[in-house]
């Protein structure tokens, strides 16, 4: 069988298109295959920290990235009385050289699918496509797909990376006695809704904590009216003994999640009507999975959510996968498309991305509510510095960076 490509990409999701334009950028010939049979804006909201923007400024698409996202400003942490505990710059206003996004997943997506068309050709993506597995063949791998009609259909190139998300096929193949991911004993319901801005009009807001309701809420789109609102995006998160179905466009029920916080009426949001006021409401169990000892074995790999899915609470899911594509298209380039870049690649990521796992799982930035929230027994406070200093609630936040790669003088370097 004669190779199609270098590199066989599986999946068109995040990881996949920034790793084709990555190796674009680079002149290593790849091809994408996806298993939908078209392409669609799914999801809510996501954040892309500083050091992802960073890697997507390289490929150009900063200014495309700017005309639909919010440039986010600052985040605030707030208790579950709507109490201020903590706020920070973000990106550009914190002396970033690269801004940070809050962005609803389709609009990023339809950047980079946009770029990957116009950059790499009509024929560099190929849909209905769904992968069943991948096997090495000497000096090739060789990946097999279903198609839309059920008839199988096989591909060689140089290599093959499974970015197929948290199902992948590859994953399952490499590591078939996983087992169910992890649950965190949290639940988490998302949505996104037209709203008047808060606060800075560019804020990343989270508030309260599990046991009594937490959310995280900011806006993803700017001035999507006359009247100047915007697309509000907001996520909550409940203790519950069971969790929800691993699916990030599960649909959710109002009635599950609206009388955790009906009482959650802040001078500076109200939080209750902006739950209320949304029409489509999306569920998700909050997991992720061990980290894996390695992804590559031979010429197959893994990248993105196939990867290293992570309890979503540190804002970071995207940007990993953006950064593996860079560190994988970087490890092509010095040392050619096979096997010992895909080593190199595996040595570092793995390790990285590890730690940002289990980050995510012990001491995320919300880390601060669970803080005020333990020491004040969930009571109102008088005066914030009473209760923590705000020393102890930057080192928290700045360690997070530290471990997920973005602080200040990490990218500086």
């Given at each position: 069988m004669?190779?199609?490509c270098?590199?066989?990409?599986v999946?068109?999701?995040i990881?996949?298109?920034?790793?084709?334009?990555?190796?674009?950028?680079?002149?290593?010939?790849?091809?994408?295959?996806?298993?939908?049979?078209?392409?669609k804006?799914?999801?809510?909201?996501?954040?892309?920290?500083p050091h992802s923007?960073r890697?997507?400024?390289?490929?150009?698409l900063?200014d495309?990235?700017?005309?639909?996202?919010?440039t986010t400003?600052?985040?605030?942490?707030?208790n579950?009385?709507?109490?201020?505990?903590?706020?920070?710059?973000?990106?550009?206003?914190?002396?970033?050289?690269?801004?940070?996004?809050s962005?609803?997943?389709?609009?990023?997506?339809?950047?980079l699918l946009?770029?990957?068309?116009?950059?790499?050709g009509?024929d560099?993506?190929?849909t209905?496509?769904?992968?069943?597995g991948?096997?090495?063949?000497g000096?090739?791998?060789?990946?097999n797909?279903v198609?839309?009609?059920?008839a199988?259909?096989?591909?060689?190139?140089?290599?093959?990376?499974?970015?197929d998300?948290?199902?992948s096929?590859?994953?399952k193949?490499?590591?078939?006695?996983?087992?169910?991911?992890?649950?965190?004993?949290?639940?988490?319901?998302r949505g996104?809704?037209?709203?008047?801005?808060?606060?800075?009009?560019?804020?990343?807001?989270?508030a309260?904590?599990?046991?009594?309701?937490?959310?995280?809420?900011?806006p993803?789109?700017?001035?999507?009216?006359?009247?100047g609102?915007?697309?509000?995006?907001w996520?909550?998160?409940?203790?519950?003994?069971?969790p929800?179905?691993?699916?990030?466009?599960?649909?959710?029920?109002?009635e599950?999640v609206l009388?955790?916080?009906a009482?959650w009426?802040f001078?500076?949001?109200d939080?209750?009507?902006?739950?209320?006021?949304?029409?489509?409401?999306?569920?998700?169990?909050?997991?992720?999975?061990?980290?894996?000892?390695?992804?590559?074995?031979?010429r197959l790999?893994?990248?993105?959510?196939?990867?290293?899915?992570?309890?979503?609470?540190?804002?970071n899911?995207?940007?990993?996968?953006?950064?593996d594509?860079?560190?994988?298209?970087?490890?092509?380039?010095?040392?050619?498309?096979?096997?010992?870049?895909l080593?190199a690649y595996?040595?570092?990521?793995?390790?990285?991305?590890?730690d940002?796992?289990?980050?995510?799982r012990?001491?995320?930035?919300?880390?601060?509510l669970?803080?005020?929230?333990?020491r004040?027994?969930g009571?109102r406070?008088?005066r914030?510095d009473?209760v923590?200093?705000?020393?102890?609630?930057?080192?928290i936040?700045?360690?997070?960076?530290a471990?997920?790669?973005?602080?200040l003088?990490?990218l500086?370097?």
């Amino acid at each position: 069988m004669s190779k199609e490509c270098d590199v066989l990409i599986v999946g068109a999701g995040i990881a996949g298109l920034t790793l084709a334009l990555e190796l674009h950028d680079a002149g290593i010939a790849c091809r994408v295959y996806e298993a939908a049979p078209e392409l669609k804006p799914l999801g809510v909201g996501i954040n892309l920290l500083p050091h992802s923007v960073r890697v997507l400024g390289r490929l150009g698409l900063v200014d495309a990235l700017a005309k639909v996202a919010v440039t986010t400003k600052e985040s605030a942490y707030f208790n579950h009385h709507g109490q201020l505990i903590y706020r920070e710059p973000a990106g550009l206003a914190a002396g970033y050289p690269w801004p940070q996004f809050s962005i609803h997943r389709g609009d990023l997506h339809s950047v980079l699918l946009d770029a990957v068309r116009e950059r790499l050709g009509a024929d560099a993506l190929v849909t209905d496509r769904r992968c069943t597995g991948a096997t090495n063949e000497g000096d090739h791998a060789k990946a097999n797909f279903v198609g839309g009609g059920g008839a199988p259909y096989s591909v060689a190139a140089s290599v093959v990376v499974s970015c197929d998300g948290i199902h992948s096929a590859l994953r399952k193949q490499f590591y078939p006695d996983e087992g169910a991911p992890r649950y965190s004993g949290n639940n988490m319901w998302r949505g996104a809704v037209k709203w008047k801005p808060f606060l800075t009009g560019a804020s990343m807001v989270r508030a309260g904590w599990f046991t009594v309701g937490k959310m995280v809420i900011y806006p993803i789109r700017d001035a999507i009216d006359a009247d100047g609102n915007q697309l509000v995006n907001w996520v909550a998160e409940i203790a519950a003994p069971q969790p929800a179905r691993r699916d990030w466009n599960g649909r959710g029920r109002l009635e599950d999640v609206l009388p955790t916080f009906a009482d959650w009426h802040f001078d500076w949001l109200d939080v209750a009507g902006l739950i209320e006021s949304t029409g489509e409401i999306l569920e998700y169990p909050m997991v992720d999975q061990d980290p894996l000892p390695r992804w590559t074995f031979d010429r197959l790999t893994l990248m993105g959510d196939a990867a290293h899915p992570m309890v979503p609470r540190g804002s970071n899911g995207a940007g990993q996968a953006i950064l593996d594509a860079r560190y994988l298209a970087e490890k092509f380039k010095e040392l050619g498309v096979g096997p010992e870049a895909l080593a190199a690649y595996d040595k570092v990521r793995v390790k990285e991305t590890g730690d940002v796992v289990l980050m995510n799982r012990k001491a995320p930035p919300d880390k601060i509510l669970q803080v005020v929230h333990e020491r004040t027994n969930g009571a109102r406070f008088d005066r914030i510095d009473d209760v923590v200093g705000k020393e102890e609630l930057a080192d928290i936040v700045n360690q997070y960076k530290a471990v997920a790669g973005y602080s200040l003088d990490q990218l500086a370097k």
